[in-house]
T-cell receptor
Framework: GDSVTQMEGPVTLSEEAFLTINCTYT??????LFWYVQYPGEGLQLLLK?????DKGSNKGFEATYRKETTSFHLEKGSVQVSDSAVYFC?????????????FGTGTRLTIIP | GAVVSQHPSWVICKSGTSVKIECRSL??????MFWYRQFPKQSLMLMAT?????????EQGVEKDKFLINHASLTLSTLTVTSAHPEDSSFYIC???????????FGNGTRLTVT
């Protein structure tokens, strides 16, 4: 079955540091890939997505590229801010964007210190 | 933006009792709601899909008689954990959407601890 493996946290970085959170997946066919973010006290929110190989999703300075050859969708940001502190979830859907059957990773807690 | 409210945020109950968790869409009509569960250090797992006015569809391995889901209106779905046991202690999250290809909106989650 489908699965998502992401970097275990917690991750602590200083402000303005470079961020990478690794995510790899196993799926049949050609899944859509997502990063969700959960800020303290809030629900999960879609951060970015990519629906086909070599697509790059981007939002709020975060980027992730759909790499089919390495089955990866690593999340990156060049200069993190304190406000980026949150839990980040990598996810996939093998039935296209908008389908509810998301398979999630375990989540990575990120803390940015000033 | 669209808001999904989940209540309570946390609950502690005794083994053998039942607990109800509510999921409300505050500013849109949710034709479909979903319930997830996350055990410590594990992935968020879909438990069931709930469509307004019809029976919920449960994922494989989820006991429908233990996790009762009701979606009686377009803005409210409830998950009742019946005869709760310590192994049911987990983080439960709901999400909702208003159309087939609309984005998912998530609640803040409910931390259930069964003693």
């Amino acid at each position: 079955g489908d699965s998502v493996t992401q970097m275990e946290g917690p991750v602590t970085l200083s402000e303005e540091a470079f961020l990478t959170i690794n995510c790899t997946y196993t799926a049949t066919g050609y899944p859509s890939l997502f990063w969700y973010v959960q800020y303290p006290g809030e629900g999960l929110q879609l951060l970015l997505k990519a629906t086909k190989a070599d697509d790059k999703g981007s939002n709020k300075g975060f980027e992730a590229t759909y790499r089919k050859e390495t089955t990866s969708f690593h999340l990156e940001k060049g200069s993190v801010q304190v406000s980026d502190s949150a839990v980040y979830f990598c996810a996939l859907s093998d039935q296209g964007f908008g389908n509810e059957k998301l398979t999630f990773g375990t989540g990575t807690r990120l803390t940015i210190i000033p | 933006g669209a808001v999904v409210s989940q209540h309570p945020s946390w609950v502690i109950c005794k083994s053998g009792t039942s607990v109800k968790i509510e999921c409300r869409s505050l500013d849109f009509q949710a034709t479909t709601m979903f319930w997830y569960r996350q055990f410590p250090k594990q992935s968020l797992m879909l438990m069931a899909t709930s469509n307004e006015g019809s029976k919920a569809t449960y994922e494989q391995g989820v006991e429908k008689d233990k996790f009762l889901i009701n979606h009686a209106s377009l803005t409210l779905s409830t998950l009742t954990v019946t005869s709760a046991h310590p192994e049911d202690s987990s983080f439960y999250i709901c999400s909702a959407k208003w159309a087939a290809n609309s984005p998912l909106h998530f609640g803040n989650g409910t931390r259930l601890t069964v003693t």
